[in-house]
């Protein structure tokens, strides 16, 4: 199995999905994550940084207020709900009312030759067929929750892990590894 690197250098556009779960495939529970680590959080800023990233409004309205916008992304988030746009709730976000209209903005603001949904499950239902990489952080613990991660199809391959064999394991203990898969031929640089 191939160790990956710390970031992952694509050589070609990235419509990208990234996110953590559980070894049963738990993403979420009660619009939060549940557990705590410090390391996916640093992992996903390394990865999403200068890049726009889209949301459902449930993911935006999940992190503290201090962290919205998600500094130094264009922050796209989608919603069904009418005057959502204008409320304080919103301030920062760029709302659109569709997922196509989201990618389509994402691949025209700043850093959009990479563009990374981030949730919720919902949202990553209604795009995952529009996407040709998945950054998957697994987290070796068993709780339970109400989100699921989307299931990767046939057409997905899977093109390493860091650590290739094994876990990482945090400063709380808690074991994880990252996984990168790719949807047909989807190229990045490969580690060494």
Request: proline share 7%; with cysteine; hydrophobic share 40%.
């Amino acid at each position: 199995m191939r160790e990956l690197p710390a970031t992952y250098p694509f050589t070609q556009p990235i419509v990208g999905m990234i996110w953590a779960q559980t070894n049963t495939g738990v993403i979420g529970a009660d619009g939060g994550m549940p557990w705590h680590l410090p390391e996916d959080l640093a992992h996903f800023k390394r990865v999403t940084l200068g890049h726009p990233v889209v949301m459902g409004r449930k993911t935006w309205e999940s992190f503290p207020d201090k962290f919205r916008p998600l500094p130094d992304r264009t922050n796209i988030v989608v919603t069904r709900r009418q005057g959502w746009a204008g409320t304080p709730e919103a301030s920062g976000a760029v709302v659109l009312d569709s997922v196509e209209e989201a990618l389509v903005e994402a691949q025209f603001s700043p850093g959009g030759n990479e563009v990374w949904v981030i949730g919720g499950g919902q949202i990553f239902e209604q795009t995952s067929e529009h996407c040709n990489v998945a950054v998957v952080t697994v987290i070796n613990t068993d709780v339970t929750g109400d989100t699921q991660a989307p299931v990767l199809g046939s057409e997905w391959a899977f093109r390493g892990a860091t650590p290739a064999e094994g876990w990482h394991t945090s400063k709380n203990g808690t074991e994880y590894r990252i996984t990168l898969w790719a949807k047909g031929e989807t190229e990045f640089e490969a580690p060494e």
